[in-house]
């Protein structure tokens, strides 16, 4: 039996006394307690310090190496020790461990490691058993990385799915990296693992509870698009539902005052009706503007203008019904102020809203006054009455929407409490700010407007005709052949007979077919057709038209009660040259038809 072998096997140590005899008569005693010591365990280095010792004679040297033996013989037990220590570990370990070689073959494999890939722990593991083991679609991934870490030196860190008999499907995570030797060669991969099943399920569990909840979102968002759409129909059916009667009371009142313009009780009579359906028509517009306040589509369209313009139109138009409570209404304008950059629409609109509500709430014989002026580079309206005043507890919430200061059961001012909301918005808009002010009570209130200044005024031209030009405009439509096309009798008859007065020679039918019959067989200048009517709308009738040879290049006009932007882009993409939201203003409505009408012919 060699010698290492009987070292390992627990004989007696290895002395001078046994090994100096054979090992001096041939010189080879360091090279024999080298190899002894190797075969033993020994680490490489302890084994090479016997290079150095030569038996030169029985005496020194001998002893000098039975005491190299004896530490040397420490160093193999302290080795053997720590490696049965280290085995007991691993075999103890929850985590698993495996050493797999560069030609990929496995070196060793701790318990828990064939347990986690399901073998037995006495197991002979192979790479292509392991590779087996791993989830078909995590097989590629894992072979990936085990070669990235031979061939790149790069770290394992990934997770794979494995099938075990009596559990499942589990997760393992696998972490490792390559060993060197002394020469910086890459020859083992050391690799970890550690069931994480539980927290894989976890994570798959919040991922599909959050794939749940972005799920619910989109369904709720979607809902609310739909529901919000829905809104927006409905509201444009409303507004068409809404002004169509209101056109034709407005219509026959004009036609009654055109008619009847000596008859004193005439006279008395027309104003009341348009200021009752001109107060109807305000607040179903205002309606329409706070619906596009909630939804951020109420727009502002601004240009250099000067406010005293709009206030005056405001002021005009809410003159009669100041008049009917016996309300004095005085403007004072300063000289040269209010050049804003604004909507001139939208401002009017501004101060109709607040004098509207300063009429509403100032008993007869009181007084408003509207005030223009410069502050620095802001300009200042304010609107001033001498009413009722506003409670202090309320004056916090006058801008809110739906608040009125009276209880709803005995209030006597009407109106939808929107007015200042939007008055509130449209400011806003402009970049301007909006304020109320009473000492309570009978006591009246303010409300002031501030706008910044335009930066630049190119001069003073006016950016509204008054109502005076308005009506110089006017002209008639002597020798214009019109057709009238709406399903609604009252709103067909009213704009025949408006235009009929005005000198046009009118056809008037109820559908789109019916029209489609006229256009064919008569020759017309200007066509006023209805949006919404049954079994085919005004889009499809304009298209046809446009597709006669005699329809190219007539003037096509929209009056419908759909008054939304959207609306008025549609007209226009169908094929109108001009979109009218009923009711009509016919004070503009029959000169823009002349100047039209004019146009076309050239």
Same mark, same amino acid.
């Given at each position: ?194 069931? %994480?099943? @539980? *927290?894989?399920? =976890?994570? +798959? &569990?919040?991922? /599909?509870?959050?794939?749940?909840? !972005?799920? $619910? ?111 004095? %209404?005085? @403007? *004072?304008?300063? =000289?040269? +102020? &209010?050049?804003? /950059?604004?909507?001139?629409?939208? !401002?009017? $609109? ?117 109502? =005076?030009?308005?009506?110089?405009? /006017?002209?008639?439509?002597?020798? !214009? ?122």
């Amino acid at each position: 039996m060699p010698v290492a072998q009987g070292a390992a096997a627990g004989r007696r140590p290895l002395s001078s006394r046994r090994l100096a005899p054979r090992a001096r008569a041939r010189g080879e005693v360091p090279t024999a307690c080298k190899n002894a010591m190797a075969a033993a365990g020994c680490s490489k280095s302890s084994a090479n310090l016997m290079t150095s010792i030569h038996d030169d004679g029985p005496g020194s040297r001998a002893v000098e190496l039975q005491s190299t033996l004896r530490r040397m013989q420490l160093d193999c037990d302290s080795l053997a020790r720590r490696k049965d220590q280290l085995e007991l570990v691993l075999a103890a370990s929850r985590t698993g461990f495996c050493c797999l070689s560069a030609e990929q073959s496995v070196l060793s494999a701790n318990s828990q490691f064939k347990a986690e890939f399901g073998w037995p722990p006495d197991a002979q593991l192979s790479w292509h058993e392991l590779k087996e083991r791993v989830h078909p679609e995590d097989r590629s991934r894992f072979a990936d990385a085990i070669h990235a870490a031979f061939a790149e030196r790069a770290e394992v860190d990934l997770t794979v799915r494995t099938e075990l008999p009596n559990k499942g499907l589990q997760w393992v995570a696998l972490r490792g990296r390559t060993l060197s030797d002394g020469n910086g060669a890459h020859t083992d991969l050391v690799l970890t693992s550690r069931n %994480v099943s @539980a *927290e894989s399920r =976890a994570a +798959a &569990g919040k991922q /599909r509870e959050r794939g749940t909840l !972005l799920e $619910q979102e989109r369904r709720l968002r979607e809902a609310a698009e739909a529901a919000n759409h829905a809104k927006d129909e409905f509201l444009s059916v409303i507004s068409h539902e809404l002004r169509s009667p209101l056109n034709a009371i407005l219509g026959w009142n004009r036609i009654l005052a055109l008619k009847r313009r000596e008859d004193p009780d005439v006279a008395s009579i027309t104003p009341r009706i348009e200021h009752s359906a001109k107060s109807q028509l305000k607040m179903v517009n205002d309606l329409l503007d706070l619906g596009r306040v909630t939804t951020g589509k109420l727009k502002i369209e601004p240009r250099q203008i000067q406010l005293a313009n709009a206030a005056s139109i405001a002021l005009d138009l809410a003159r009669p019904a100041a008049a009917a409570k016996g309300i004095e %209404v005085v @403007a *004072e304008f300063a =000289a040269g +102020a &209010g050049h804003v /950059r604004a909507d001139p629409d939208r !401002l009017q $609109q501004v101060v109709a809203n607040l004098l509207s509500n300063a009429i509403r709430f100032t008993p007869a014989s009181g007084r408003i006054t509207v005030s223009l002026r410069d502050v620095d580079a802001l300009t200042e309206l304010s609107v001033k009455d001498t009413g009722e005043g506003i409670a202090p507890e309320l004056l916090p919430h006058v801008f809110d929407r739906f608040r009125q200061g009276e209880d709803s059961r005995t209030r006597h001012s009407g109106g939808l409490g929107l007015g200042l909301t939007l008055v509130r918005e449209i400011v806003s808009l402009h970049g301007g700010s909006v304020h109320a002010n009473s000492d309570g009570p009978g006591t009246g209130a303010v409300f002031v407007i501030r706008l910044p200044l335009a930066q630049t005024w190119p001069g003073a031209a006016e950016d509204h005709p008054d109502r =005076a030009a308005r009506e110089s405009a /006017r002209q008639s439509l002597g020798g !214009l052949s019109i057709l009238v096309v709406d399903d609604e009798m009252d709103a067909r008859t009213v704009v025949a007979e408006t235009l009929r007065l005005e000198g046009a020679r009118v056809t008037v039918t109820d559908s789109a077919g019916s029209a489609l019959q006229h256009l064919k067989e008569a020759q017309f200048d200007v066509m006023v057709t209805d949006i919404g009517m049954p079994d085919e709308d005004g889009y499809s009738l304009v298209r046809k038209l446009r597709a006669l040879q005699t329809g190219r290049h007539m003037l096509a006009i929209a009056v419908t009660g759909y008054a939304s932007k959207r609306d008025v882009a549609a007209a226009m993409d169908a094929g109108f040259d001009l979109h009218v939201p009923k009711p009509v203003d016919f004070d503009t409505f029959v000169p823009m038809v002349r100047r039209l009408a004019a146009l076309h012919r050239q």
